[in-house]
Protein backbone atom coordinates (compact mmCIF):
# COMPACT_ATOMS: atom_id res chain seq x y z
CA UNK A 1 0.00 0.00 0.00
CA UNK A 2 1.34 3.27 -0.96
CA UNK A 3 1.42 5.74 1.85
CA UNK A 4 2.77 8.98 3.74
CA UNK A 5 0.28 11.73 1.62
CA UNK A 6 -2.29 13.31 3.78
CA UNK A 7 -5.61 12.07 2.59
CA UNK A 8 -9.26 12.80 3.31
CA UNK A 9 -11.56 10.07 4.05
CA UNK A 10 -15.24 10.54 4.80
CA UNK A 11 -15.15 14.10 5.27
CA UNK A 12 -12.39 13.65 7.39
CA UNK A 13 -8.24 14.45 7.43
CA UNK A 14 -6.15 11.50 7.98
CA UNK A 15 -2.21 10.34 6.93
CA UNK A 16 -2.11 7.02 5.64
CA UNK A 17 1.08 5.04 6.50
CA UNK A 18 2.61 2.87 4.50
CA UNK A 19 2.08 -1.29 5.55
CA UNK A 20 -0.41 -3.32 5.10
CA UNK A 21 -2.50 -5.57 7.89
CA UNK A 22 -0.33 -8.75 8.92
CA UNK A 23 -1.38 -11.93 10.95
CA UNK A 24 0.78 -10.53 13.98
CA UNK A 25 -1.21 -7.64 14.38
CA UNK A 26 -4.78 -9.37 13.68
CA UNK A 27 -3.85 -12.16 16.09
CA UNK A 28 -2.34 -9.39 19.08
CA UNK A 29 -5.79 -7.82 18.72
CA UNK A 30 -7.94 -10.91 18.64
CA UNK A 31 -6.03 -12.31 21.88
CA UNK A 32 -5.95 -8.97 23.74
CA UNK A 33 -9.81 -8.30 23.07
CA UNK A 34 -10.57 -11.10 25.16
CA UNK A 35 -10.19 -8.74 27.80
CA UNK A 36 -13.72 -8.15 26.44
CA UNK A 37 -15.05 -11.74 28.10
CA UNK A 38 -14.47 -10.51 31.62
CA UNK A 39 -17.03 -8.10 31.28
CA UNK A 40 -19.13 -9.95 29.16
CA UNK A 41 -19.07 -13.00 31.03
CA UNK A 42 -20.54 -11.04 34.01
CA UNK A 43 -22.87 -9.22 32.18
CA UNK A 44 -25.03 -12.25 30.50
CA UNK A 45 -24.36 -14.68 34.16
CA UNK A 46 -26.03 -12.22 37.33
CA UNK A 47 -29.24 -11.93 35.23
CA UNK A 48 -29.35 -15.38 35.00
CA UNK A 49 -28.13 -16.33 38.69
CA UNK A 50 -29.91 -13.77 40.33
CA UNK A 51 -33.38 -15.49 38.68
CA UNK A 52 -32.49 -19.25 40.06
CA UNK A 53 -34.64 -20.28 43.04
CA UNK A 54 -31.71 -21.68 45.15
CA UNK A 55 -29.62 -18.83 44.56
CA UNK A 56 -32.66 -16.46 45.76
CA UNK A 57 -33.65 -18.89 48.88
CA UNK A 58 -29.89 -19.23 50.17
CA UNK A 59 -28.85 -15.36 50.23
CA UNK A 60 -31.92 -13.19 49.66
CA UNK A 61 -35.09 -15.43 51.74
CA UNK A 62 -37.39 -12.00 51.79
CA UNK A 63 -37.57 -12.47 48.35
CA UNK A 64 -39.83 -15.62 48.32
CA UNK A 65 -42.42 -13.51 50.31
CA UNK A 66 -42.13 -10.55 48.27
CA UNK A 67 -42.95 -12.94 44.99
CA UNK A 68 -45.42 -14.68 46.49
CA UNK A 69 -47.38 -11.06 47.71
CA UNK A 70 -46.52 -9.86 43.82
CA UNK A 71 -48.87 -12.56 42.62
CA UNK A 72 -51.89 -10.92 44.24
CA UNK A 73 -50.89 -7.54 43.70
CA UNK A 74 -48.56 -5.85 41.06
CA UNK A 75 -45.90 -7.59 38.79
CA UNK A 76 -43.58 -4.72 38.31
CA UNK A 77 -42.42 -5.19 41.93
CA UNK A 78 -41.79 -8.68 42.01
CA UNK A 79 -38.05 -8.48 42.42
CA UNK A 80 -37.46 -4.99 43.93
CA UNK A 81 -34.68 -5.95 46.94
CA UNK A 82 -32.10 -3.74 47.20
CA UNK A 83 -29.57 -6.20 48.57
CA UNK A 84 -30.20 -8.12 45.39
CA UNK A 85 -29.64 -5.25 43.04
CA UNK A 86 -26.66 -4.74 45.25
CA UNK A 87 -25.21 -8.07 44.50
CA UNK A 88 -25.09 -6.85 40.56
CA UNK A 89 -24.18 -3.17 40.87
CA UNK A 90 -21.41 -3.60 43.12
CA UNK A 91 -19.06 -4.73 40.72
CA UNK A 92 -19.39 -1.23 38.68
CA UNK A 93 -18.53 0.83 41.73
CA UNK A 94 -15.87 -1.46 42.21
CA UNK A 95 -14.39 -0.78 38.81
CA UNK A 96 -15.38 2.88 38.72
CA UNK A 97 -12.45 3.37 41.31
CA UNK A 98 -10.00 0.71 39.60
CA UNK A 99 -10.20 2.61 36.49
CA UNK A 100 -8.39 5.62 38.03
CA UNK A 101 -5.75 3.58 39.38
CA UNK A 102 -5.72 1.57 36.05
CA UNK A 103 -5.26 4.56 34.13
CA UNK A 104 -1.91 5.19 36.51
CA UNK A 105 -0.50 1.87 35.83
CA UNK A 106 -1.39 1.61 32.08
CA UNK A 107 0.71 5.02 31.36
CA UNK A 108 3.76 4.19 33.61
CA UNK A 109 3.91 0.32 33.11
CA UNK A 110 2.15 -0.26 29.90
CA UNK A 111 -0.99 -1.95 28.64
CA UNK A 112 -0.24 -5.23 28.91
CA UNK A 113 0.38 -4.97 32.57
CA UNK A 114 -2.83 -3.62 33.16
CA UNK A 115 -4.76 -6.21 31.67
CA UNK A 116 -2.84 -9.31 33.15
CA UNK A 117 -3.71 -7.33 36.67
CA UNK A 118 -7.05 -7.14 35.74
CA UNK A 119 -7.59 -10.69 34.65
CA UNK A 120 -5.55 -12.03 37.93
CA UNK A 121 -8.09 -9.65 39.93
CA UNK A 122 -11.04 -11.17 38.04
CA UNK A 123 -9.95 -14.73 38.26
CA UNK A 124 -9.73 -14.39 42.66
CA UNK A 125 -13.16 -12.50 42.28
CA UNK A 126 -14.68 -15.28 40.53
CA UNK A 127 -13.33 -17.86 42.71
CA UNK A 128 -14.74 -16.54 45.75
CA UNK A 129 -18.00 -16.17 44.63
CA UNK A 130 -17.91 -20.14 43.27
CA UNK A 131 -17.18 -20.32 47.14
CA UNK A 132 -19.42 -17.94 48.91
CA UNK A 133 -21.55 -19.18 51.48
CA UNK A 134 -22.85 -15.48 52.70
CA UNK A 135 -24.03 -12.38 50.87
CA UNK A 136 -20.67 -10.95 52.64
CA UNK A 137 -18.47 -13.34 50.48
CA UNK A 138 -20.68 -12.43 47.19
CA UNK A 139 -20.18 -8.86 47.47
CA UNK A 140 -16.36 -9.44 48.35
CA UNK A 141 -16.06 -11.42 45.17
CA UNK A 142 -18.18 -8.94 43.00
CA UNK A 143 -15.99 -5.78 43.82
CA UNK A 144 -12.72 -7.72 43.23
CA UNK A 145 -14.59 -8.86 39.86
CA UNK A 146 -15.08 -5.15 39.11
CA UNK A 147 -11.17 -4.22 39.58
CA UNK A 148 -10.59 -6.97 37.23
CA UNK A 149 -13.20 -5.02 34.92
CA UNK A 150 -11.92 -1.73 35.72
CA UNK A 151 -8.27 -2.51 34.36
CA UNK A 152 -9.12 -4.71 31.56
CA UNK A 153 -11.63 -2.17 29.85
CA UNK A 154 -9.15 0.99 30.78
CA UNK A 155 -6.24 -0.73 28.93
CA UNK A 156 -7.62 -2.93 26.20
CA UNK A 157 -9.62 -0.29 24.02
CA UNK A 158 -6.49 1.89 24.07
CA UNK A 159 -4.36 -1.26 23.32
CA UNK A 160 -6.44 -2.33 20.28
CA UNK A 161 -6.57 1.58 19.10
CA UNK A 162 -2.27 2.07 19.10
CA UNK A 163 -1.92 -1.44 17.61
CA UNK A 164 -4.60 -1.46 14.49
CA UNK A 165 -3.62 0.46 11.63
CA UNK A 166 -6.09 3.50 10.66
CA UNK A 167 -7.68 1.73 7.97
CA UNK A 168 -9.09 -0.99 9.98
CA UNK A 169 -8.45 0.40 13.52
CA UNK A 170 -12.70 0.38 14.13
CA UNK A 171 -13.17 -3.73 12.87
CA UNK A 172 -9.78 -4.67 15.03
CA UNK A 173 -10.93 -2.58 18.21
CA UNK A 174 -14.77 -3.92 17.96
CA UNK A 175 -13.16 -7.49 18.33
CA UNK A 176 -13.82 -5.63 22.01
CA UNK A 177 -16.82 -5.41 21.74
CA UNK A 178 -17.59 -9.36 20.04
CA UNK A 179 -15.58 -10.74 23.01
CA UNK A 180 -18.45 -8.55 25.39
CA UNK A 181 -21.04 -10.07 23.45
CA UNK A 182 -19.73 -13.82 23.46
CA UNK A 183 -18.85 -13.60 26.91
CA UNK A 184 -22.91 -12.79 27.58
CA UNK A 185 -24.17 -15.22 24.98
CA UNK A 186 -21.60 -17.59 26.57
CA UNK A 187 -23.09 -16.95 30.17
CA UNK A 188 -26.83 -17.52 28.74
CA UNK A 189 -26.26 -20.70 27.48
CA UNK A 190 -24.31 -21.66 30.61
CA UNK A 191 -27.25 -20.10 32.99
CA UNK A 192 -29.80 -22.22 30.94
CA UNK A 193 -27.83 -24.98 31.66
CA UNK A 194 -27.13 -24.72 35.41
CA UNK A 195 -31.04 -23.45 35.63
CA UNK A 196 -31.43 -27.45 35.42
CA UNK A 197 -29.00 -28.57 38.01
CA UNK A 198 -30.63 -30.30 41.32
CA UNK A 199 -28.34 -28.71 43.02
CA UNK A 200 -25.35 -25.73 42.82
CA UNK A 201 -26.14 -24.73 39.47
CA UNK A 202 -25.58 -20.67 40.48
CA UNK A 203 -21.86 -21.94 41.84
CA UNK A 204 -21.24 -23.81 38.43
CA UNK A 205 -22.15 -20.13 36.68
CA UNK A 206 -20.23 -17.85 39.06
CA UNK A 207 -17.20 -20.39 39.28
CA UNK A 208 -16.66 -20.56 35.33
CA UNK A 209 -16.33 -16.75 35.06
CA UNK A 210 -12.51 -18.16 35.85
CA UNK A 211 -12.17 -19.26 32.48
CA UNK A 212 -12.12 -15.81 30.55
CA UNK A 213 -10.11 -14.51 33.19
CA UNK A 214 -7.69 -17.29 33.18
CA UNK A 215 -7.65 -16.38 29.24
CA UNK A 216 -7.04 -13.05 29.78
CA UNK A 217 -4.13 -13.75 32.38
CA UNK A 218 -2.27 -15.97 29.97
CA UNK A 219 -3.11 -14.19 26.84
CA UNK A 220 -1.86 -10.84 28.27
CA UNK A 221 1.30 -12.19 29.29
CA UNK A 222 2.26 -13.19 25.94
CA UNK A 223 1.34 -10.58 24.06
CA UNK A 224 3.91 -7.55 23.17
CA UNK A 225 3.56 -4.11 24.02
CA UNK A 226 2.48 -1.22 21.84
CA UNK A 227 5.34 1.14 20.28
CA UNK A 228 3.16 4.22 21.77
CA UNK A 229 3.20 2.47 24.76
CA UNK A 230 7.23 1.85 24.59
CA UNK A 231 7.77 5.08 23.47
CA UNK A 232 6.32 6.57 26.42
CA UNK A 233 8.88 5.29 28.43
CA UNK A 234 12.29 5.84 26.57
CA UNK A 235 12.36 2.46 24.74
CA UNK A 236 12.93 3.96 21.41
CA UNK A 237 14.69 1.19 18.88
CA UNK A 238 12.36 -1.23 20.83
CA UNK A 239 9.34 0.64 19.56
CA UNK A 240 10.89 1.07 16.13
CA UNK A 241 11.20 -2.78 15.40
CA UNK A 242 8.00 -3.74 17.04
CA UNK A 243 6.22 -0.63 14.77
CA UNK A 244 7.88 -2.79 11.72
CA UNK A 245 6.23 -6.15 12.87
CA UNK A 246 2.57 -4.79 13.86
CA UNK A 247 2.69 -2.91 10.56
CA UNK A 248 5.06 -5.82 8.23
CA UNK A 249 7.05 -3.15 6.09
CA UNK A 250 10.72 -1.50 7.29
CA UNK A 251 9.47 2.21 5.68
CA UNK A 252 7.58 3.18 8.95
CA UNK A 253 9.49 6.36 9.47
CA UNK A 254 6.94 8.47 8.90
CA UNK A 255 4.46 6.90 11.28
CA UNK A 256 7.03 6.23 14.13
CA UNK A 257 7.97 10.35 13.85
CA UNK A 258 4.32 11.15 14.17
CA UNK A 259 3.92 8.82 17.24
CA UNK A 260 7.21 9.92 18.84
CA UNK A 261 6.32 13.43 18.32
CA UNK A 262 3.03 12.82 19.74
CA UNK A 263 5.06 11.04 22.61
CA UNK A 264 7.70 14.18 23.23
CA UNK A 265 4.76 16.47 23.50
CA UNK A 266 3.38 14.15 26.12
CA UNK A 267 6.05 14.30 28.13
CA UNK A 268 5.79 17.78 28.57
CA UNK A 269 2.63 17.54 30.26
CA UNK A 270 3.01 17.14 33.91
CA UNK A 271 -0.80 17.05 34.73
CA UNK A 272 -2.61 15.07 32.30
CA UNK A 273 -5.50 15.26 34.78
CA UNK A 274 -5.60 18.93 34.81
CA UNK A 275 -4.22 19.52 31.62
CA UNK A 276 -7.46 17.47 29.77
CA UNK A 277 -9.78 20.66 31.02
CA UNK A 278 -8.04 23.01 28.74
CA UNK A 279 -9.59 24.54 25.56
CA UNK A 280 -8.00 22.34 23.20
CA UNK A 281 -8.99 18.87 24.69
CA UNK A 282 -12.56 20.05 24.93
CA UNK A 283 -13.85 17.79 22.27
CA UNK A 284 -12.11 14.96 23.71
CA UNK A 285 -13.34 15.15 27.21
CA UNK A 286 -16.99 16.23 26.71
CA UNK A 287 -17.18 12.84 24.20
CA UNK A 288 -15.07 10.50 26.84
CA UNK A 289 -17.80 11.62 29.04
CA UNK A 290 -20.92 11.78 27.33
CA UNK A 291 -20.78 8.70 24.90
CA UNK A 292 -20.79 6.30 28.00
CA UNK A 293 -23.26 8.41 29.90
CA UNK A 294 -25.38 7.68 26.98
CA UNK A 295 -24.36 4.17 25.99
CA UNK A 296 -25.83 3.41 29.67
CA UNK A 297 -28.90 5.48 29.66
CA UNK A 298 -29.81 3.82 26.48
CA UNK A 299 -31.38 0.89 29.00
CA UNK A 300 -29.28 -1.59 27.46
CA UNK A 301 -28.34 -2.99 30.60
CA UNK A 302 -31.69 -3.61 31.51
CA UNK A 303 -31.79 -6.37 29.22
CA UNK A 304 -28.05 -7.25 29.79
CA UNK A 305 -28.30 -7.32 33.61
CA UNK A 306 -31.90 -8.47 34.55
CA UNK A 307 -33.34 -10.07 30.82
CA UNK A 308 -34.20 -13.32 32.92
CA UNK A 309 -35.48 -11.56 35.30
CA UNK A 310 -37.64 -8.35 33.37
CA UNK A 311 -38.66 -11.68 31.03
CA UNK A 312 -40.06 -13.74 34.46
CA UNK A 313 -41.73 -10.17 35.76
CA UNK A 314 -43.76 -10.50 32.38
CA UNK A 315 -44.98 -13.96 33.03
CA UNK A 316 -42.74 -15.71 31.20
CA UNK A 317 -42.03 -19.47 32.71
CA UNK A 318 -38.58 -20.19 34.04
CA UNK A 319 -37.08 -22.06 31.16
CA UNK A 320 -39.17 -19.54 28.65
CA UNK A 321 -37.37 -16.48 30.43
CA UNK A 322 -33.51 -18.12 30.22
CA UNK A 323 -34.22 -19.10 27.02
CA UNK A 324 -35.35 -15.57 25.71
CA UNK A 325 -32.06 -13.86 27.29
CA UNK A 326 -30.25 -16.45 25.06
CA UNK A 327 -31.98 -15.70 21.96
CA UNK A 328 -31.52 -11.87 22.76
CA UNK A 329 -27.92 -12.85 23.55
CA UNK A 330 -27.36 -14.77 19.80
CA UNK A 331 -28.79 -11.50 18.16
CA UNK A 332 -26.50 -9.54 20.16
CA UNK A 333 -23.31 -11.25 18.75
CA UNK A 334 -24.61 -11.41 15.41
CA UNK A 335 -25.24 -7.77 15.31
CA UNK A 336 -21.82 -6.91 16.47
CA UNK A 337 -20.45 -8.86 13.73
CA UNK A 338 -22.49 -5.91 11.60
CA UNK A 339 -20.42 -3.04 12.66
CA UNK A 340 -17.07 -5.26 12.08
CA UNK A 341 -18.06 -4.85 8.61
CA UNK A 342 -19.59 -1.31 8.64
CA UNK A 343 -18.00 0.77 10.97
CA UNK A 344 -14.88 1.39 8.79
CA UNK A 345 -17.18 1.24 5.40
CA UNK A 346 -19.93 3.31 6.31
CA UNK A 347 -18.50 5.36 9.08
CA UNK A 348 -19.00 6.14 13.24
CA UNK A 349 -21.93 8.98 12.87
CA UNK A 350 -24.14 6.94 10.25
CA UNK A 351 -23.98 3.95 12.45
CA UNK A 352 -24.91 6.17 15.46
CA UNK A 353 -27.28 7.56 13.97
CA UNK A 354 -29.48 4.58 12.92
CA UNK A 355 -28.69 2.52 16.04
CA UNK A 356 -30.66 5.66 17.44
CA UNK A 357 -33.50 5.70 15.94
CA UNK A 358 -33.93 1.86 15.58
CA UNK A 359 -33.51 1.76 19.56
CA UNK A 360 -35.96 4.50 20.07
CA UNK A 361 -38.77 3.20 17.88
CA UNK A 362 -37.87 -0.14 19.52
CA UNK A 363 -38.09 0.91 23.38
CA UNK A 364 -41.51 2.83 22.76
CA UNK A 365 -43.20 -0.36 21.33
CA UNK A 366 -41.99 -2.59 23.85
CA UNK A 367 -42.91 0.07 26.75
CA UNK A 368 -46.52 0.22 24.78
CA UNK A 369 -46.67 -3.73 24.50
CA UNK A 370 -46.21 -3.84 28.45
CA UNK A 371 -48.60 -0.68 29.02
CA UNK A 372 -51.48 -1.76 27.05
CA UNK A 373 -51.46 -5.60 29.11
CA UNK A 374 -50.37 -4.57 32.67
CA UNK A 375 -51.10 -1.28 32.78
CA UNK A 376 -50.35 0.79 35.95
CA UNK A 377 -51.64 -1.63 38.19
CA UNK A 378 -49.09 -4.68 36.99
CA UNK A 379 -51.77 -7.17 36.97
CA UNK A 380 -52.44 -8.94 34.20
CA UNK A 381 -51.46 -11.90 31.67
CA UNK A 382 -49.79 -11.72 28.37
CA UNK A 383 -50.74 -13.40 25.86
CA UNK A 384 -47.84 -16.05 23.74
CA UNK A 385 -48.78 -13.66 20.62
CA UNK A 386 -47.86 -10.44 22.61
CA UNK A 387 -44.92 -12.26 24.68
CA UNK A 388 -43.53 -13.06 21.37
CA UNK A 389 -43.58 -9.82 19.57
CA UNK A 390 -42.25 -8.30 22.74
CA UNK A 391 -39.50 -10.58 22.39
CA UNK A 392 -39.12 -9.68 18.80
CA UNK A 393 -38.84 -5.74 19.16
CA UNK A 394 -36.49 -6.24 22.17
CA UNK A 395 -34.45 -8.59 20.07
CA UNK A 396 -34.35 -5.66 17.30
CA UNK A 397 -33.31 -2.82 19.94
CA UNK A 398 -30.96 -5.04 21.24
CA UNK A 399 -29.41 -5.79 17.63
CA UNK A 400 -29.53 -1.84 17.27
CA UNK A 401 -27.63 -1.09 19.65
CA UNK A 402 -24.91 -4.18 19.17
CA UNK A 403 -23.96 -2.59 15.58
CA UNK A 404 -23.55 1.24 16.99
CA UNK A 405 -23.57 2.60 20.22
CA UNK A 406 -22.06 -0.92 21.60
CA UNK A 407 -18.52 -0.91 19.82
CA UNK A 408 -18.50 2.62 19.34
CA UNK A 409 -19.08 3.27 22.92
CA UNK A 410 -15.66 1.89 23.48
CA UNK A 411 -14.25 2.47 19.93
CA UNK A 412 -14.50 6.25 19.71
CA UNK A 413 -13.28 7.69 22.92
CA UNK A 414 -10.07 5.45 22.63
CA UNK A 415 -9.56 6.68 19.28
CA UNK A 416 -10.00 10.48 19.74
CA UNK A 417 -7.35 11.04 22.72
CA UNK A 418 -4.27 12.70 21.88
CA UNK A 419 -1.16 10.49 23.08
CA UNK A 420 -0.72 13.07 26.37
CA UNK A 421 -4.29 12.48 27.62
CA UNK A 422 -5.30 9.39 26.48
CA UNK A 423 -4.99 7.64 29.81
CA UNK A 424 -6.53 9.82 31.37
CA UNK A 425 -9.63 10.26 28.59
CA UNK A 426 -9.97 6.31 29.06
CA UNK A 427 -10.11 6.49 31.94
CA UNK A 428 -13.20 9.10 32.26
CA UNK A 429 -14.96 7.52 29.68
CA UNK A 430 -14.41 4.03 31.88
CA UNK A 431 -15.66 5.73 35.50
CA UNK A 432 -18.61 7.22 33.49
CA UNK A 433 -19.28 4.14 31.82
CA UNK A 434 -19.09 1.96 35.15
CA UNK A 435 -20.55 4.90 37.55
CA UNK A 436 -23.99 4.57 35.46
CA UNK A 437 -24.16 1.13 34.67
CA UNK A 438 -23.99 1.09 38.81
CA UNK A 439 -26.94 3.49 38.65
CA UNK A 440 -28.67 1.26 36.54
CA UNK A 441 -28.22 -2.31 37.94
CA UNK A 442 -28.60 -0.81 41.55
CA UNK A 443 -31.95 0.79 40.99
CA UNK A 444 -33.42 -0.64 37.86
CA UNK A 445 -35.69 -2.81 39.75
CA UNK A 446 -37.23 -0.43 41.76
CA UNK A 447 -37.57 1.84 38.81
CA UNK A 448 -39.89 -0.74 37.64
CA UNK A 449 -41.53 -0.89 40.44
CA UNK A 450 -42.61 2.57 40.23
CA UNK A 451 -42.35 3.79 37.13
CA UNK A 452 -43.69 0.51 35.67
CA UNK A 453 -44.32 0.98 31.59
CA UNK A 454 -43.30 4.05 31.33
CA UNK A 455 -39.12 3.45 32.34
CA UNK A 456 -39.40 2.06 28.69
CA UNK A 457 -40.65 5.81 27.19
CA UNK A 458 -38.14 6.97 29.91
CA UNK A 459 -35.42 5.42 28.21
CA UNK A 460 -36.60 5.93 24.72
CA UNK A 461 -36.85 10.10 25.55
CA UNK A 462 -32.88 9.65 26.43
CA UNK A 463 -32.46 7.63 22.59
CA UNK A 464 -33.62 10.87 20.90
CA UNK A 465 -31.77 12.98 23.37
CA UNK A 466 -28.43 11.21 22.52
CA UNK A 467 -29.38 10.78 19.06
CA UNK A 468 -29.96 14.30 18.68
CA UNK A 469 -26.18 15.39 20.06
CA UNK A 470 -24.53 13.02 17.79
CA UNK A 471 -26.32 14.64 14.80
CA UNK A 472 -24.79 18.07 15.80
CA UNK A 473 -21.56 17.50 17.41
CA UNK A 474 -20.17 14.98 16.49
CA UNK A 475 -17.61 14.93 12.86
CA UNK A 476 -17.05 11.47 11.33
CA UNK A 477 -13.92 10.19 13.05
CA UNK A 478 -13.28 7.34 10.58
CA UNK A 479 -9.82 6.54 8.97
CA UNK A 480 -7.93 9.14 10.99
CA UNK A 481 -4.78 8.46 12.49
CA UNK A 482 -5.20 9.11 16.16
CA UNK A 483 -2.28 11.83 16.25
CA UNK A 484 -3.95 13.22 13.68
CA UNK A 485 -7.51 13.41 15.20
CA UNK A 486 -7.01 17.28 15.74
CA UNK A 487 -7.70 18.19 11.98
CA UNK A 488 -10.95 16.92 12.58
CA UNK A 489 -12.18 19.37 15.39
CA UNK A 490 -10.62 22.60 13.91
CA UNK A 491 -12.99 21.59 10.83
CA UNK A 492 -16.05 20.90 12.71
CA UNK A 493 -18.55 24.25 12.68
CA UNK A 494 -18.77 23.89 16.46
CA UNK A 495 -15.26 22.61 17.93
CA UNK A 496 -13.29 24.06 15.83
CA UNK A 497 -13.98 27.43 18.48
CA UNK A 498 -12.25 25.46 21.26
CA UNK A 499 -9.02 23.81 18.89
CA UNK A 500 -5.83 26.84 18.63
CA UNK A 501 -3.95 26.63 15.41
CA UNK A 502 -0.96 25.01 16.79
CA UNK A 503 -2.87 22.02 18.30
CA UNK A 504 -3.06 20.42 14.86
CA UNK A 505 -0.83 17.67 14.63
CA UNK A 506 1.13 18.67 11.28
CA UNK A 507 2.28 15.43 10.66
CA UNK A 508 5.70 14.60 8.37
CA UNK A 509 5.75 15.57 4.50
CA UNK A 510 7.17 13.36 2.03
CA UNK A 511 10.13 13.72 0.79
Known amino acids: ?59 FPQLERQRENAKHDTAYCKFDDQKLQLFTSSLYLAALVASFVASVVTRKYGRKVSMFTGGLAFLTGALINAFAINVTMLI ?32 LNICFQVAITSGILVANLINYGTSNMAKNGWRVSLGLAAVPALLMVIGSFFLPDTPNSMLERGRYEEAKQMLKKVRGTENVDHEFEDIRDACEAAKKVEHPWKNIMQ ?27 YAPVLFKTLGFGDDAALMSAVITGVVNVLATFVSLYSADRFGRRFLFLEGGIQMFICQILVGSFIGLKFGTTGTGTLTPATADWI ?29 EIRPAGQAINVSVNMFFT ?22 GGMVAIMTIFIYFLFPETRGVPIEEMGRVWKQHWFWKNYIPDDAVTAGHDEN
Open 438 to 459: FLIGQFFLTMLCHMKFGLFYFF
Open 140 to 171: IGRLLLGVGVGFANQSTPVYLSEMAPAKIRGA
Open 1 to 59: MAGGAFVSEGGSGGRDYEGGVTVFVVITCMVAAMGGLLFGYDLGISGGVTSMDEFLSKF
Open 391 to 419: LVFICVYVAGFAWSWGPLGWLVPSEICPL
Open 279 to 305: SKYRPALVFCSAIPFFQQITGINVIMF
